[in-house]
């Protein structure tokens, strides 16, 4: 039996049967054997007269010869029975047939021959036996790589190998069948084989040789036959070896043959034949249309599927949809009738996208419009974009006009987007709108932020997102003092691909910013490194280059490096000067004007002060804006050490925090503390205390920078330590994130001298007493730790203290 080309000895009766399609290398086989006997051979050419064959058996006895009989299946019935009868009587024989036997006689023959012998199987040959036959057909120590490409373009037909072996002169044995450069050797014998078809079983062969992975019924509907006829064409081809035995299509230099010899008009109309016949089947549209590009189909037929696939993948996949829509074009579609999907696509991919001349179903570009504008930091723009939309326009519209300080607009946006039928708004847009109309309240417009994300995990909306609700979710949540919240929905944006890669971008580098500002820097840092595909980051938008520097400017000015800063800011000057400024995007400039302050540049970050007072006054003064756009106002004349300032502004600001929540509040007592620091009047409990609520609140290194600044400015030597050494416990990042709680080196020394207090079973009094704390600072110690070490009772505390290293000795 042969294996993947593997050659065995025959017999001592030299009695075999070499079965193969044709092209296998039956005849090759026989010679090789006859070539190995010590015996003389007869040769025996069917078809033959019985007289003629009878004259070369009885030679053969008189000589003790084998005889040989090639392609036996060409025969007539009696030649078959002659041979049969005198294989019974011990004439030794190599016969060589095709796989199929169609006549009792030969199968009689077969069986007689088999039976005192050895049946030779011939399958496609392993990549060992075509080089055999490449280093036979005068190829002179042939590398791997030309094997392989031959063993795949051949099907590992000996035949055909050997016939490819002639364009291993010419270079890529796959790249000369790809171009029809298919040696003349093979495209005759393709030809020859080809000849003796009848009509319908050519026109399937020629269905074939487009290579399709499609069903029978798509082949016949294309060939104009029954599925019927496809079968008995295969089974046909596969016996002429152009079909591999275990293969269901045609080899593929076989099929280059075929695809050479077709003139430029029959091939068009074949493509547009098989074009219909896949969108008639109901085939799935993106499968049709890969079917048809693997065929190279280009036809009005064919640009139909590919720009149906292209829709289909604009909001899943959009780097695929801009191929697909190029591929419609180069098939003979209209440019005007795909560049509105195609603009669509770019937009999620942030590459740059010119709307001159795009025309289309206004509500879709009107989304379009108001994504760019959005990417480039103008909500404005993108509200009067949509202004007079209705479904996810309007939905969409709410989120702008929120972002531009216009409640009331965002309210009635809303309303049009929940007035739409059923349907109308998908559910992650409707939660979205409601979201953004409530402005006022961040703290009561999270939860529906967070509906709005898992919807759209759940059902993606089928439109371009301006912003994701995963990260204006995110903005929201941190300017509320939530970083578990924010980092969830960042990851879980990025999880799902929720607003394809430019959105994926954008959660990236916001989930470097939250943790930035949560003290987490080397998480921070991490995400920044280049990922797998450098190449996305290529063409950032006007909003993210505004978000990496100040990243970058934030990272910088918690490290006191000045170089840095300066270079941060000059990255983003003339972007602030467009004053691109809107509501979401109010603690990234926070970074920003302070970085500017610190730089004496306050020159340049005025104006975006004024314009996002604007926003704030527009809105009706809502606390928490008041109190986020107050702080930073704080923060400046902290960095100008304009104690008089200060005051003034931390008055106004402690007064709008006691109408906010939590963290606001934490920064309108740091405001108060910060005026007094500046002027010189130090109290150490109320700093610490007031310190330790900022860092509860996600704000550590503001919370550290307070506490340091007072030690410097304090006369007493005694406070001065104290307030130092509570500085180092405040600005000791994190390690990782909730995933590495409870690791070691997770608390602080300070953290483990309380955790060892707190073992101990001290009171906050006591535990403050001996370390020189107020009971409110070791009050905000415990609850770090708890978080850290991710206990959510003090059961659960107590044990993590006690399997922390260092806690207990």
């Not at 030299?14 to 040769?43: E, F, I, N």
């Not at 078959?80 to 036997?101: D, K, N, T, Y």
């Not at 199987?121 to 190829?139: C, F």
Request: net charge negative; with cysteine.
């Amino acid at each position: 039996m042969q294996t993947h080309g593997q050659m065995t000895t025959p017999g001592a009766d030299a009695t075999t049967v070499v079965v193969g399609v044709d092209g296998a290398g039956r005849s090759r086989r026989l010679r090789d054997l006859a070539a190995a006997l010590d015996r003389p051979v007869r040769w025996v050419t069917l078809p033959s007269s019985d007289a003629d064959l009878d004259l070369v058996l009885t030679d053969a006895r008189a000589a003790d010869a084998v005889v040989i009989v090639d392609d036996a299946h060409h025969g007539q019935p009696s030649s078959w029975r002659a041979l049969a009868a005198a294989a019974r009587a011990g004439q030794a024989m190599l016969i060589a047939r095709r796989p199929v036997v169609r006549a009792v006689e030969l199968a009689d023959l077969d069986q007689v021959v088999a039976a005192a012998g050895t049946v030779d199987q011939l399958g496609p040959l392993d990549a060992a036996g075509v080089a055999a036959v490449v280093t036979g057909a005068g190829v002179t120590e042939p590398d791997e790589d030309t094997i392989e490409e031959i063993r795949t373009a051949s099907g590992g037909m000996a035949a055909v190998a050997a016939s490819l072996a002639t364009a291993t002169s010419r270079g890529s044995v796959a790249t000369a069948t790809s171009r029809g450069l298919v040696p003349a050797a093979l495209r005759a014998r393709v030809q020859r084989r080809l000849a003796g078809l009848p009509a319908d079983s050519a026109a399937v062969t020629q269905v074939l040789a487009l290579l399709l992975d499609v069903p029978d019924s798509v082949v016949a509907r294309a060939a104009g036959v029954t599925v019927a006829t496809v079968a008995d064409t295969s089974n046909v081809l596969q016996e002429r070896g152009m079909i591999a035995p275990g293969s269901a299509s045609l080899i593929p230099a076989v099929a280059a043959a075929i695809r050479t010899d077709l003139p430029v008009v029959v091939r068009r109309q074949l493509h547009d034949r098989v074009a219909t016949a896949l969108l008639d089947s109901g085939t799935d549209p993106l499968l049709a249309a890969v079917q048809l590009r693997r065929a190279r189909v280009r036809t009005p037929t064919a640009a139909v599927a590919y720009a149906g696939a292209a829709d289909h993948l604009r909001f899943r996949d959009p780097d695929a949809a801009v191929s697909w829509y190029d591929a419609a074009v180069e098939a003979g579609a209209q440019p005007a009738a795909v560049d509105l999907g195609r603009a669509e696509a770019a937009t999620q991919l942030g590459t740059p996208v010119d709307l001159t001349d795009v025309s289309g179903e206004p509500a879709r570009l009107a989304i379009v419009v108001a994504a760019i504008a959005a990417q480039q930091g103008r909500w404005d723009r993108a509200a009067e974009a949509l202004a007079d939309a209705d479904g996810p326009g309007a939905a969409l519209a709410a989120v702008a006009w929120a972002a531009t300080g216009h409640p009331e607009r965002a309210g009635d946006a809303a309303r049009r987007a929940r007035t739409e039928p059923s349907g109308g708004t998908p559910e992650a847009l409707a939660r979205l709108a409601e979201a953004a109309a409530g402005l006022a309240e961040p703290e009561a417009m999270l939860p529906l932020l967070i509906e709005s994300a898992e919807a759209a995990q759940r059902t993606p909306p089928d439109v371009v997102l301006p912003d994701s609700p995963h990260a204006l979710g995110a903005l929201v949540a941190g300017l509320t003092g939530d970083v578990s919240t924010a980092e969830r929905l960042l990851l879980a944006g990025l999880a799902a691909g929720v607003g394809g890669p430019v959105t994926a971008r954008r959660h990236q580098l916001l989930l470097a910013f939250t943790r930035m500002r949560a003290g987490r820097y080397d998480t921070a840092a991490a995400e920044l490194a280049p990922g797998p595909d450098p190449t996305a980051w290529d063409h950032p938008t006007a909003r993210d280059q505004l978000l990496a520097a100040a990243l970058a400017a934030g990272m910088a000015r918690r490290s006191g490096d000045v170089a840095r800063m300066r270079e941060a800011w000059n990255g983003v000057e003339t972007q602030l000067a467009r004053r691109a400024v809107d509501l979401f995007a109010i603690e990234v400039l926070e970074e920003l004007v302070v970085t500017a302050a610190r730089l004496r540049r306050m020159v340049r970050a005025r104006p975006v002060m004024d314009v996002l007072d604007d926003l704030v006054a527009r809105a009706g003064d809502p606390p928490t804006w008041v109190v986020a756009v107050g702080w930073i106002r704080v923060q400046v004349a902290v960095a100008l050490e304009d104690a008089a300032t200060a005051a003034t502004l931390a008055g106004e600001l402690a007064t709008a925090a006691t109408l906010a929540g939590p963290r606001q509040r934490a920064q309108g007592a740091a405001a108060l503390a910060w005026a007094d620091v500046l002027a010189g009047k130090v109290d150490v409990d109320r700093v610490c205390s007031v310190a330790g609520d900022l860092a509860t609140n996600q704000l550590p290194w503001d919370a550290s920078r307070l506490v340091g600044q007072a030690a410097i400015r304090t006369t007493d030597a005694t406070a001065a330590r104290r307030l130092l050494e509570h500085a180092r416990g405040l600005s000791a990042a994190e390690v990782g994130g909730g995933e590495q709680r409870g690791r070691a080196g997770v608390l602080s020394e300070r953290e483990i001298a309380v955790g060892r207090m707190v073992l101990e079973g001290r009171t906050q009094r006591e535990i403050g007493s001996q370390l020189y704390l107020s009971p409110k600072t070791v009050e905000h110690h415990v609850a770090r730790m708890r978080t850290k070490l991710d206990a959510s009772s003090r059961a659960e505390f107590l044990a993590a203290l006690r399997e922390h290293p260092g806690v207990v000795d």
